[in-house]
């Protein structure tokens, strides 16, 4: 019998969860790396082993992006800590601006 989320041990199903977790990461990763690899871009790795495009510096992709400027002005807006926690994507997952065609 597999364990469910209601038993006394439910670390069986947070490891199978992270395993997961884990792979569907990996699997993204290649295809960014295979994906700007196509695009002649020369790819190095990041601390954590993520792709990362050779000669530019986490200052400059950050100062570069839009998009992390609007997660932290929401975050101070509402004064919540940006700690890289369940709050910041929950945010970036609901806070998409739609696409302008």
Known sequence: ???????????????????????AKSVYRFELATRLQGLDHELEHGKHGQPEIKGYTKEYLEAS???????????????????GGRDVQLYTMTARSCPKH
């Open 1 to 23: 019998m597999l364990p469910s989320a209601t038993t006394d041990n439910p670390a069986p199903c947070k490891r199978r969860s992270y395993s997961r977790r884990s792979a």
């Open 65 to 83: 992006s839009p998009r992390c400027e609007q997660i932290k002005d929401h975050f101070r807006e509402v004064r919540l800590k940006m700690d």
